[in-house]
Nanobody, 125 residues
Framework: QVQLVESGGGLVQAGGSLRLSCVAS????????MGWFRQTPGKEREFVAA????????YCADSVKGRFTISRDNAKNTVYLQMNSLKPEDTAVYYC??????????????????WGQGTQVTVSS
């Protein structure tokens, strides 16, 4: 089992920045990749960014490219999502996820096995 706890959400004005953190505990040695997704009411949970746990390869959705950066600190079992130039359309509940099976790409929900409880990000215009 892997447990995930997110933090860092909040209310920010458009153009501002936030950094989300996700701390993993439990069988962290089994993690292949971690990702961030977001969801608004009535919509599907959508991919934001992912990072391979060992090699550090990163990728993100086109909607956040150039504004959001995912990174990790393996010693702290923590993954971060730095969000800059925030827009009102970034408002959502952000979820951290961990995948414990090997895939070449982790941009869809079905590649992940464990999820955090979510943290609310609200961007005001």
């Amino acid at each position: 089992q892997v447990q995930l706890v997110e933090s860092g959400g909040g209310l920010v004005q458009a153009g501002g920045s936030l950094r989300l953190s996700c701390v993993a505990s439990g069988r962290t040695f089994s993690i292949y990749a971690m990702g961030w997704f977001r969801q608004t009411p009535g919509k599907e949970r959508e991919f934001v960014a992912a990072i391979n746990w060992n090699g550090g390869r990163t990728y993100c959705a086109d909607s956040v490219k150039g504004r959001f950066t995912i990174s990790r600190d393996n010693a702290k079992n923590t993954v971060y999502l730095q969000m800059n130039s925030l827009k009102p359309e970034d408002t959502a509940v952000y979820y951290c996820a961990a995948g414990v099976k090997y895939y070449s790409y982790y941009a869809t929900k079905d590649k992940y096995d464990y999820w955090g409880q979510g943290t609310q990000v609200t961007v005001s215009s």
